[in-house]
């Protein structure tokens, strides 16, 4: 004769890696830089400014503008994703607040310096964009990957500013005014 015992099983909910406060963490960093974008344009547009976004080869403004906040996206993903790898990424953050306020400040006073100093303000936040991602990469491999557009895109930026300047200023650019004005009689 067969018996059969009754066995009780307690089903047990599974734990997933990635916890609800965790993905709210994520969450939360990933919008902050677009948060101070916004918070930023609310007040430059009260002061009366307006930013400049930079759109080569024809782009409406519109474009270069939508690209900055994918752009300010993927910073603050790259950004999120580091801070969940523990303390060593946590010590990433001061150097990628440091990128996203040059990523947000450099549109408004973009209009307010000339071409030269436009180029080396480009050319720091390029190197301070390096610099962040290099330690970025040494902590997260997705947030190096996803620190790669907004570099590229920078870089790009600097690079054309510098041609552009070196191209109009002495001594590479033809100079018109070298004679001296006649006297008035």
Sequence with gaps: ????????????????KLALGSLARLALITALPLAAFG???FAAEAAGLQ???FSPG???GWAGASLHLVLLFTIGLALALTYETGRRGRKVM???VAFVAGMIVFPFVAG??????????MTGVLILGLATGLR??????????????SLLWVGFGAVLGLAVAAAWSPPFALITAQNTAPASA
């Design 94 to 96: 001061p150097w990628g």
């Design 39 to 41: 918070g930023t344009n």
């Design 51 to 53: 930013p400049l976004f």
């Design 58 to 60: 024809g782009l409406p």
């Design 136 to 149: 970025i990469a040494k902590v997260s491999r997705a947030g190096s990957w996803l620190m790669i557009p």
């Design 112 to 121: 307010y310096i000339d071409a030269f100093a436009l180029a080396l303000v």
């Design 1 to 16: 004769m067969a018996t059969i015992t009754a066995q009780q099983d307690t089903l047990h909910p599974t734990h997933s």
